[in-house]
């Protein structure tokens, strides 16, 4: 499944609360993309789950709101400041459903992070390999590059992808959010 653009765009608005500290450097795209594989790549994605360990962490709440969809769809999203010693990241998860989709959401954003290493770092990691596609520029006049997550067997997972952002006018560093899609879940009285 292809992310639609207005669910790309509301995964774009969550990049503001993000902690800026110094220029880029190799260590730092390294620890980048070492913290998206540990918050986001682990498990499949749970807003609940995040939660809790960002909250047991001790993780400092930049931003928790709801964001309107339209109707009565919503998505729920929350930032923590996560402390690293190459600099603090903000870690985002997000969860809601819109047009019969269920979506839940995994991000780490550094306005100090250098895109092009943090996407040969991302690169790098065993779930996700080489990018499935580049945009540059892209409709937001940064570059957007998506890989598609390897399941167990190596295979890309056709309801689960990765995307970076960077280089995009006004927001500094990097962005990038695993977004998973799914039917909605169903509620006991359904089964």
């Not at 989709?101 to 040969?120: F, K, R």
């Not at 006049?141 to 970076?164: C, F, I, K, N, Y």
């Amino acid at each position: 499944m292809r992310m639609p653009g207005d669910l790309l765009a509301l995964f774009a608005l969550i990049v503001s609360a993000a902690p800026a500290i110094a220029e880029p450097t190799p260590e730092r795209a390294t620890a980048f993309a070492a913290a998206f594989a540990s918050w986001c790549l682990g498990s499949q994605p749970n807003f609940a789950a995040e939660d809790h360990k960002a909250t047991a962490a001790g993780y400092g709440i930049l931003e928790d709101r709801t964001i309107p969809l339209g109707g009565a769809e919503a998505m729920k999203q929350k930032n923590w400041l996560v402390p690293d010693p190459t600099g603090d990241f903000m870690l985002t998860s997000a969860e809601g459903s819109h047009n019969g989709v269920h979506i839940v959401g995994c991000g780490i954003t550094a306005n100090d992070a250098g895109g092009e290493a943090v996407a040969l770092a991302l690169s790098a990691l065993p779930q996700l390999g080489p990018p499935r596609q580049r945009i540059d520029p892209a409709p937001s006049g940064g570059v957007t590059v998506w890989w598609d997550v390897r399941q167990q067997a190596g295979t890309p997972g056709s309801d689960t992808q990765v995307m970076l952002a960077f280089n995009v006018p006004g927001v500094p560093g990097a962005m990038v959010n695993l977004i998973n899609r799914s039917p909605p879940p169903q509620s006991p009285a359904s089964h």
